[in-house]
C-alpha cells in the first residue's frame, strides 16, 4: 500500500494573480502557506482476475468499474490516464477539511494523487515538477478555470512567495521567520467555516471574463504580496498585517459579484465589529472558510460573534509526501 499525505492552504495576499491570463501580461506573485490539514490517498494492487471488475475507487462515493471510461470521478481518471495505468489498483481518498471550501482541496487531491501514483510505479519526481504536472493536468486535461498556486503550496509546501512566469516557471521564495514570530502569527488566525460549498472554478470564470478590466486592482493586489512579506519579516506589530488583509479583501471583493454575497459581505463586517483588523474568503470566493486576523485577547469574542465552526490551524507545513510505501 502507498499513502501521500498532501497540505491544504491558505493565501493572504496576491490570490487571483496566480491565473496565466493575468500573469503571461502582468506578473504575478501570492503570499500563502501550507496548513496542517491534509489530504491522504492511498493506492493499492487490486487483483481484478478474481472479481468482475479491475478499478475499485472511494471518495465521497465508491465506484466499481472495468475500463477508465466508465470513471465518473474526471480528476481520477485524468491521473490515471497520465500515468498509463489502467486496471488492477484500488484509490482510496480521505480528506481533513471539506472539498470546494477555498483551501485548495482539489489541487492537493491532483498533487497527492499523483504522487502516490508515480510511487506506486517505484517512480520518483520533485515537488516542483509534481505541481507543474497538476497544474497541467488540471488546466489543459480537465480544461478547470484555475490558477497556480494550489498546486505549488500542496507539492511544496511551506511558508512563501510564489511568483509566476509561466505555467512551468514558478519561483519559490521561503518565508523565513523565527519560531518565536511563527507563533505570534498564528495566535492571530482565526479561520471559520460558512459551510457554503462551492467550485471554484465556476466563481473564477466569471473574474476571469472580467480580467481585462480589473488590471489595476490586480496590479495593487500584487503590490500587497511584497508589503505583507515586509511586515511578517520585520520585528514590528503584526496588526499592520490585519490591516493590509481587510485591504486587499475590499478590493478583491470588487473583482465580481460572484466572490462575496450578501451573507458573505455580513460575515465579515460581523467579524470586524467584533474585533477581527481584517480577513478574507478563501479561494475564488462565493463561500468556504473565512479566515480573519484576530488580536489573541479578542479571538473568542470574535468566535462567539460569528457562532461558525472554528478549525484550529498551523502554518508552514510539509509538502506532499509518501508516509507509507
Known sequence: MIISKTPFRISFFGGATDYPEHFMKNGG??????????????????????????I???YRRIEYINTLDEIKHTP?????EWCRIMKDIEINYTGELPAFSGLGTSSSFVVGLLNALYAYQGKSISPIELAYQAIKIERDVLKEAVGCQDQAFAALGGFNILEFRTTEDIIVNRVPLSPKRVKE???HLLLVYTGIRRRASTVAAKQLKKIDGNREKLK??????????????????????GLLLDQAWRVKS???NSIADKMVRAIYEEGIKAGA??????????????????????????VKRLNLEEVQIKVNAPGSHIIHA
Not at 472558510?289 to 488580536?295: G, N, Q, Y
Open 29 to 54: 506573485a501570492v503570499l500563502g502557506t501550507a496548513i496542517d490539514k491534509f489530504a491522504y490517498i492511498s493506492v493499492i494492487p487490486f487483483f481484478s482476475r478474481l472479481f468482475d471488475y479491475s
Open 56 to 58: 475499485r475507487l472511494a
Open 76 to 80: 481520477i481518471r485524468a491521473c490515471l
Open 185 to 187: 502569527f498564528e495566535e
Open 220 to 241: 495593487r493586489m500584487r503590490e500587497m504580496v511584497d508589503e505583507g512579506y515586509e511586515i511578517l519579516t520585520g520585528s514590528g506589530s503584526l496588526t499592520k498585517f
Open 254 to 256: 470588487e473583482l465580481d
Open 277 to 302: 483588523l481584517g480577513g478574507k474568503l478563501l479561494g475564488a470566493g462565493g463561500g468556504g472558510f473565512f479566515l480573519f486576523f484576530v488580536p489573541p485577547e479578542k479571538h473568542q469574542k470574535v
